[in-house]
């Protein structure tokens, strides 16, 4: 993994959240690739600069899926996914239709509108074994927290299992001394 580590590093280095949308991922790169490693089946929704999929790829899962409606420059990622043995796909798919394998950990970075994460969160959480982790839920809190509320509200699992609020983490950016975009971490919880 130490090819992927030094691309997470440097992502890391690069971050200039919460200004720099593009950049928002990098004070959760650590989190993200904690709770990765917990997980041998990861998807991911919304790949854009392929960060989060670095951070994830850290965690050394054994597969992950990776959906986004467009076109991502993912080409590398493939390469050395296959180099470390991680069976990695990208799917050019729409999250609000398409049908996810069953996962440990799904990482949503979409659409930051309440209807469009809570369409995704009814549609796709029965897959998942462990871990929902949600970006951004600090950034566009109006939305996200909305939406992941009325989600653990409204839950009525016949399987009987329950989500909760494992993790809110908003770390503050050494840099400039402001908070980040959000990640808001949903664990799975037995009956
Ligand atoms: C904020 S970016 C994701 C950033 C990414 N996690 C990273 O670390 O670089 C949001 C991405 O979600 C994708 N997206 C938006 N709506 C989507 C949908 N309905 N299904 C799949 N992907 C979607 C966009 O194309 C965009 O690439």
């Known amino acids: 993994m130490d090819k992927i580590r030094k691309i997470v590093e440097e992502i890391k280095e690069k971050g200039e959240f919460p200004s720099a ?3 928002a991922i990098a004070g959760y790169c650590d989190t993200l ?3 990765a490693e917990e997980c041998d089946t990861i998807v991911e929704f919304g790949v854009h600069q392929v960060c989060s999929t670095w951070a994830l790829f850290l965690g050394n899962p054994k597969k992950m899926d990776s959906y986004d409606i467009n076109d991502c420059p993912v080409e590398y990622a493939k390469k050395l996914s296959s180099e470390y043995g991680v069976e990695f796909t990208f799917h050019k798919k729409n999250s609000l239709t398409c049908d996810i394998p069953f996962c440990d950990l799904l990482f949503i970075d979409t659409d930051h509108k309440y209807s469009h994460l809570l369409a995704e969160l009814t549609r796709h959480s029965t897959k998942v074994k462990k871990y929902i982790i949600l970006h951004d839920t600090t950034l566009f809190k109006e939305q996200l927290v909305d939406a992941y509320r009325d989600f653990l509200a ?3 699992h016949p399987d009987g299992f329950q989500w909760a609020i494992k993790e809110i983490a ?5 840099r400039s001394g402001r ?3 959000g990640l808001t971490v949903l664990e799975r919880k037995e009956k």
């Open 21 to 23: 949308l593009n950049h």
């Open 33 to 35: 690739t904690a709770y």
């Open 154 to 156: 409204g839950l009525t």
């Open 170 to 174: 908003d770390p503050i950016d050494s």
């Open 179 to 181: 908070g980040g975009a």
